[in-house]
Nanobody
Framework: QLQLVESGGGLVQPGGSLRLSCAASGSTLNYFNIGWFRQAPGKEREGISCSSSTGSLTRYADSVKGRFTISRDNAKNTVYLQMNSLTPEDTAVYYC??????????????????WGQGTQVTVSS
């Protein structure tokens, strides 16, 4: 059973950066495509990035394209989300999720089998 744990969230000023980590246990991440999602208060959970199992394919939501970068270190069983140029609109709980099969509809939450518990990111001055 794959388990995912996010870390790296916190309070950051506008324009700042954070790097989130998604550490896996119970199975190797080599078999899984990983997505990053976020959910702001009163809003639906949205997909913001995805990496294929090898890292050769990545996808980004328009809202984060050019600012966020997903990467993975399968040897460390960890996926990262580097977030730069943060704005208050990026404030949310951030989740990582895993699924075995690549799908063009990468941001659909229903396609992911495993979820972490989330980490809070707050962008405020």
């Amino acid at each position: 059973q794959l388990q995912l744990v996010e870390s790296g969230g916190g309070l950051v000023q506008p324009g700042g950066s954070l790097r989130l980590s998604c550490a896996a246990s119970g199975s190797t991440l080599n078999y899984f495509n990983i997505g990053w999602f976020r959910q702001a208060p009163g809003k639906e959970r949205e997909g913001i990035s995805c990496s294929s199992s090898t890292g050769s394919l990545t996808r980004y939501a328009d809202s984060v394209k050019g600012r966020f970068t997903i990467s993975r270190d399968n040897a460390k069983n960890t996926v990262y989300l580097q977030m730069n140029s943060l704005t208050p609109e990026d404030t949310a709980v951030y989740y990582c999720a895993a699924r075995r099969f690549w799908h063009s509809n990468w941001s659909a939450t229903s396609l992911y089998e495993y979820w972490g518990q989330g980490t809070q990111v707050t962008v405020s001055s």
